[in-house]
């Protein structure tokens, strides 16, 4: 890529002009150039480059050239004249170089650095103006490279200076007309700054009077107007003014603002030494050099600054091109305009120092940060502090900065970029961690599919001794969640590693470090978010909380009631501690009775016995069987006879309820007397009969009563 660059810009540069000069042309007829220049009668030199019309312009036997004041000079026939006085030769229809020299009372004529003739003359009237083509007979021809200085220029002089064009700030050059450019209308432009500006004012000039002269023998171009041109080795078609230390650069000379070089033409040739000023030495030739050519690339590492304990951050280089051109045999020097080109010193590694008034970070937290440059920060380079969205929160080599919360997360950063001119970008960067303010939700407990944990409350969930139960945590963010738990909600321990689903183990633990306290039956868990550095700014959030407890043990259900009832009558048998949270279930001999209620009434014989159902276990109740008691009455009677005692015995009744405790009530239809002794019974029976009964009552007060008719035997 950098040999195309390089091809590209030698294609570039190399579309070289060769120089046209100008010259002015007057037509014979009419024109004049008038030039307001006073000058001392004493010593004076005109100077310039002619190609006449022809010998005599028509209708007059003399061409009025020059005006010199009062004075004239002619040109007819081959000839030039002062008056009436002949100067010598002058060919028409080529380009001759004449000289006017006056010094004292001498006037010398000079053709192409030949001295022709020397004349005592003395100007009648002061010279305050020349013309050109005054009078009725003007002349006509070509004229280029004017030139008036204000001493008597020897002939060496005018030999060495006749082919080669002005600065305009030469020593004693008081008009100088190159005819290149006119400067407003009906105005040829003076160039010389010796002794202010004489423009020279046209008369009666029509159509195209500024003509090419190339065949004026100047040693063209000027390159005293030339400027040199620097341009991106990157990008050729770039003007730039101004580089890194070490940068690669072309340069170009060239004239009239263009981009391409002016060479001069040929047979003329150039010798371009480019100059540098050095502060010790004045102008001194460069690292390129004497070349023929007006353009050339420094490579890299070549064009330094001197940066050592460089304050400002560059050097200034001014560079100028010393010109010759000539033929062989002479030659004309030229100096292009002077140029600078800022060359910058590369940044040195940044060191600084950098405060913050706290640390760790949170989001919501205010710090006020001053950061200052401690190495050298020239006063040419920009030196722009950045935050860490690359919003500009100061300039210069210091700051003092207050960061407004929220701050960015997960880092504050402030950054400083220092640039100087055209050198790489330099930046260095600190950065702190914010932590963000973390975000806490809800917990809970899983109870779906899961038979041994209920909720029973608002947050408060019921569960089976020995089981486990899964927690769940949702909306939590900005930090790192930590189970904990509590038995007294004043005292929260860490649950261990910790994840969005949490299992508790088995409840009640008894092992350390999670065994619960004698008695407890509780236990409350939260979430405790933890801010993501530690240490932080940030203070941790805390969940809900929720309890789960134990649900409490089965109490064995104690059944009451009697043992025994009679027979026909209804016992009820009841759960001395009912828990009306308890489901219960009755059974008879084991077999299932449609009761779930805390008691049963029944007549029915038989061993009852209930099961009550927690949400964790089941019981049975101990056995509680009823008898139902049935006593049976038997009278047996050994008869006797008339008028004596019949004895009675009921001792063969029973009770079903297998109780031999039995008691005995008898009773005669006549009330007479008898003896009751136990189960036997003595009566004398009347003579007719007597119906006797007795009632067997057992232990539970049940009874049976029987009956018999006894008849006394007749004797």
Not at 315 to 329: C, L
Not at 331 to 348: A, G, H, K, M, Q
Not at 585 to 613: D, E, F, K, R
Not at 700 to 710: E, K, L
Request: charged share 10%; with cysteine; aromatic share 10%.
């Amino acid at each position: 890529m950098k040999l195309l660059k390089f091809i590209f810009l030698l294609l570039f540069l190399q579309t070289e002009i060769f120089s046209q000069n100008k010259c002015i042309s007057l037509d014979g007829t009419n024109d004049s150039i008038y030039i307001p220049v006073t000058l001392t009668l004493d010593s004076f030199t005109i100077e310039m480059w002619v190609n006449p019309l022809s010998n005599c312009p028509s209708g007059g036997p003399n061409g009025h050239f020059l005006e010199l004041g009062s004075e004239n000079v002619y040109y007819c026939n081959g000839n030039l004249y002062l008056n009436n006085l002949l100067l010598g030769a002058l060919s028409s229809s080529m380009w001759s170089h004449v000289a006017f020299v006056v010094d004292n009372s001498n006037i010398s004529y000079y053709n192409d650095c030949n001295l022709i003739s020397s004349l005592n003359f003395n100007f009648t009237t002061s010279l305050n103006r020349i013309i050109i083509g005054k009078g009725t007979q003007k002349f006509g021809g070509k004229v280029d490279e004017l030139k008036v200085f204000t001493n008597a220029k020897t002939q060496l002089d005018l030999c060495a200076s006749k082919n080669c064009v002005c600065k305009g700030d030469e020593p004693d050059l008081t008009v100088y007309f190159d005819f290149d450019n006119t400067c407003g209308t009906n105005l040829i432009c003076d160039i010389a700054t010796f002794n202010g500006i004489n423009n020279g004012t046209l008369f009666n000039f029509s159509g195209s009077f500024i003509l090419n002269a190339n065949n004026s023998n100047l040693f063209t171009p000027n390159y005293y107007s030339a400027e040199i041109k620097t341009y991106s080795y990157s990008y050729p078609f770039t003007e730039i003014q101004s580089i890194c230390s070490g940068d690669p650069i072309s340069f170009n000379l060239t004239l009239n603002n263009s981009s391409t070089s002016i060479l001069p033409m040929p047979p003329l040739s150039g010798v371009f030494e480019w100059q540098e000023f050095d502060l010790t030495n004045g102008w001194v030739q460069t690292f390129i050099g004497n070349t023929t050519s007006s353009y050339f690339t420094i490579p890299s590492n070549v064009l330094i600054a001197s940066c050592t304990n460089n304050n400002i951050g560059y050097e200034d280089k001014i560079y100028r091109v010393k010109v010759t051109i000539g033929n062989g045999s002479t030659s004309c020097t030229y100096f292009s305009r002077n140029d600078t080109l800022r060359v910058y010193c590369p940044i040195e590694p940044i060191q600084w120092n950098v405060i913050i008034s706290q640390n760790p970070l949170c989001e919501d937290s205010r710090p006020i940060i001053s950061a200052s440059i401690t190495s050298l920060v020239p006063s040419s380079t920009d030196v722009v502090w950045k935050d860490g969205n690359g919003t500009i929160v100061g300039v210069g080599a210091s700051i003092f900065y207050i960061a407004n919360p929220p701050l960015p997360s997960p880092q504050l950063c402030i950054k400083a970029i220092i640039t100087n001119g055209n050198c790489d970008v330099v930046s260095r960067d600190t950065c702190w961690t914010v932590d963000p303010i973390p975000i806490c939700g809800t917990i809970s407990a899983i109870t779906a599919n899961d038979p041994d944990i209920t909720l029973v409350g608002t947050n408060k969930y019921g569960i089976c001794p020995g089981k486990d139960a899964v927690l769940q945590s949702s909306g939590f963010s900005n930090g790192i969640i930590q189970w904990e738990y509590s038995f007294d909600l004043s005292t929260w321990s860490a649950l261990g590693s910790s994840n969005p689903i949490q299992n508790t183990n088995t409840l009640a633990q008894t092992l350390p470090p999670y065994n619960w306290p004698p008695g407890t039956s509780c236990i409350s868990y939260r979430i405790k978010n933890k801010p993501l550095s530690n240490p932080s700014a940030c203070s941790p959030c805390y969940s809900d909380t929720i309890k789960i407890c134990l649900y409490p043990q089965i109490s064995t259900p104690i059944l009451s009631g009697p043992a025994r009832i009679c027979n026909g009558s209804f016992a009820t048998i009841f759960i001395t501690n009912y828990n009306s949270s308890l489901t219960y279930q009755w059974y008879n001999n084991g077999i299932l009775i449609p009761n779930t209620s805390s008691s049963i009434t029944t007549n029915q014989a038989g061993c009852y016995q209930v099961i009550a159902t927690g949400k964790c276990t089941s019981v049975k109740s101990q056995t509680k069987c009823i008898a139902v008691c049935k006593p049976t009455a038997i009278i047996t009677c050994i008869m006797k006879c008339k008028n004596q005692a019949a004895m009675l015995s009921a001792c063969t009744s029973f009770d079903q309820c297998s109780n031999p405790q039995l008691t005995f009530a008898w009773s005669a239809s006549n009330n007479g007397p008898g003896i009751a002794s136990g189960c036997n019974f003595t009566h004398t029976p009347a003579p007719f009969g007597t119906q006797y009964s007795v009632t067997v009552t057992d232990a539970s007060n049940c009874t049976g009563t029987t009956s018999i008719f006894v008849m006394p035997c007749q004797n």
